[in-house]
């Protein structure tokens, strides 16, 4: 109990010490839907080592100066995050006096004083049972926006090769350019927000959580996280090519103020589980047969 305090104290320290940051996150959580998911890291991460409490603090102690030595490395990014601020210059949201990079630097820094924390409280035993609940908490930090970039503009043209495919399986009368598709009555352009970037990440978070829980081996964990690019580049294609050709041959709204353009990001993620589960299905299945040759 007492080392359950301890932690519980040394978090509430770090949380008074990251507060700003912390607050611009849940602000930028809430104005831009890229990083909504970061709002349930924590209660994941909280979940996970509850679920594993018994393996995790089977075996305590303390280390005091390698746990302070990743609480003081945090403070340094934190510092240096406040002292190059003025160079990272890619804002988060609008209106308002922060960047992207900026709290990409602070959320590492607060990370990694939860973790220092951690070893603090439990030693270095219990931070090897529990590595998985708390290196999950990076999740919560931004992307910096060089690989935000390039994650969208790999999937935005990912998803206009995949649409593509799709269209000329439909038959349909189309010309493309680029990134455009022009049909008779419409004319379409894969852009940034067709990328899917949101349900990406939630995808990939998701891929990693089931690999934990659900595989043994680590090259069936990375196949499934590495699976995720091309299911989303399926579910983004049969996103775009359905509100395409409703627009076209039923009603130019599905393309402008439609619930299934502006809302319906929920029923396309169907497409992606529809392939995300029989993957997991498969992945156990070989799994459990190398079990049984090994025996």
């Not at 080592?49 to 003081?72: D, H, M, N, Y």
């Not at 294609?237 to 709204?253: H, K």
Request: charged share 15%; hydrophobic share 55%.
């Amino acid at each position: 109990m007492r080392r359950h305090v301890g932690f519980a104290v040394l978090v509430l320290l770090g949380a008074a010490i990251y507060s700003p940051s912390v607050h611009s996150l849940v602000m930028l959580a809430f104005r831009n839907e890229t990083y909504s998911h970061v709002l349930i890291i924590p209660a994941v991460s909280l979940f996970l080592l509850w679920i594993e409490r018994q393996k995790v603090f089977s075996k305590t102690g303390t280390e005091l100066f390698p746990g302070a030595a990743v609480c003081v490395g945090g403070l340094v990014v934190y510092a240096l995050a406040f002292a190059i601020r003025d160079r990272l210059d890619s804002p988060a949201f609008r209106n308002q006096d922060i960047s992207n990079d900026f709290l990409t630097l602070c959320m590492l820094g607060a990370v990694a004083w939860v973790i220092g924390s951690f070893l603090v409280a439990y030693g270095r035993q219990a931070f090897k049972r529990a590595r998985f609940a708390l290196l999950f908490l990076v999740f919560a930090v931004p992307l910096p926006m060089f690989l935000l970039n390039a994650v969208i503009a790999a999937l935005q043209f990912a998803s206009a090769e995949a649409s593509d495919v799709v269209f000329k399986l439909t038959s349909v009368a189309y010309h493309r350019h680029g990134l455009v598709f022009e049909f008779p009555n419409v004319s379409v352009q894969v852009a940034e927000q067709c990328s899917g970037i949101r349900s990406s990440l939630s995808l990939f978070i998701l891929s990693i959580i089931t690999g934990h829980l659900f595989l043994g081996t680590f090259s069936r964990r990375l196949i499934l996280a590495l699976a995720i690019f091309p299911i989303a580049m399926v579910k983004n294609a049969f996103r775009i090519v359905t509100i395409t050709l409703l627009a076209n041959y039923v009603d130019m709204r599905f393309l402008t103020n439609h619930w299934i353009h502006s809302s319906g990001g929920i029923l396309f993620f169907a497409v992606a589980l529809v392939l995300f589960i029989p993957l997991v299905w498969a992945l156990r299945r070989t799994e459990a047969r190398l079990g049984r040759r090994t025996e």
